[in-house]
């Protein structure tokens, strides 16, 4: 009886051992260094979900590449949503894949933090010519980025809301991971037509 | 190789350590400084990116101890001045209007500044400063806060960059730390003084 006793002791601590190592390591790392979203939505289309929802492209997020907010020109990033909305089908969210489970779930539904994936079009200092947008060319602040998704018309991006403040930034689409035929690493691309009139950095 | 151990118990134990004795001769003395070494090094390691892990996650969803540093926030906030930030709600969207917080700097975003909410999504703020004569009123766009310092003199905040995105915001503050520090012009000469004064734990008052 008594050794029955040790043994349950024995296993309740290392549970708890292991429960303190194991569960701020894998929040630390899934923050700080990489983790893996499914992509929802056609405003990347076709770099990102050409098959469209039948298809959800999952992508490697790289959190530690932008630990310093070093972003080029035509990369895809992430960034935190500054507009919330609950249903937004229409354009591009993600989903997580892995995540604090905790946290995702006692998320407010009335005001989810959206993560938008989206392609760097200028940098701050950069004079561009916007679609749509209230001003027809605008020089990109100091601390700021554009970013557009690759299917103009269907896509919530600067066109829309602005220059985004670069502490915004989430993380870098560096890989797609899912489906297996669409293996690919993504490289900074930037379209011709939407390079910058002026640039301040070369 | 070395000698088999024949005894197990105390008459036999002079042979352990014979035996023991002469293996350790086996291996070279640095060889066995070093593994123990590496030993230390790893386990140093170990424990360092655990506690460092503990430390992000405590940060992150909890809270922390931040100092303050500037005159926007006089004189609720002084300059140098000790505060904790919680940071649960942010997470769990419980900002109220006259919350203090941390916010990320939308035009620098590896510094921080710590302001009063004025406005949620939706509310009606003046953009104009004190000094002007036509006052100007615009509504706070969705997702986004507007922030003021209590010393409006000589505070940058909102009025100058306009509304905050909510995803900036790093955290509330709770507590403030009264110390006597302020009192001396430098660090050293309070540090050698910190036994004689004592801290006391106010809670700021947030309408």
Redesign the interface.
Known sequence: MAQAQGLGRRYIKAFFKGF??A???T??FL??VACVARVEGASMQPSLNPGGREASDVVLLNHWSIRN?DVQRGDIVSL?????FWRSIPFATYTWCLNVVC?FL???P??P?QKIIKRVIALEGDIIKTIGYKKKYVKV????IWVEGDHHGHSFDSNAFGPV?????HARATHILWPPQRWQKLQPMLPPERKPLHREQE | MGARVVGTCGAGGWRRARWRAGRASWAPYHCRMLRNALGKAFRFLGYTVQYGCIAHCAFEYLGGIVVCSGPSMEPTIQNSDIVFSESLSRHFYCIRKGDIVIVKSPNDPKSNICKRVIGLEGDKVCTSNPSDFLKSHSYVPKGHVWLEGDNLRNSTDSRCYGPVPYGLIRGRICLKCRTQLGLYENVEHAAAHFNCYSLNFCLLYTP
């Open positions: 303190f190592v569960v701020p390591v929040v630390t923050d700080r907010y935190v949503s500054s507009v919330s946290l006692l998320r407010s009335r005001n933090e602040p100091h601390g700021h403040s670069l502490g915004l930034l």
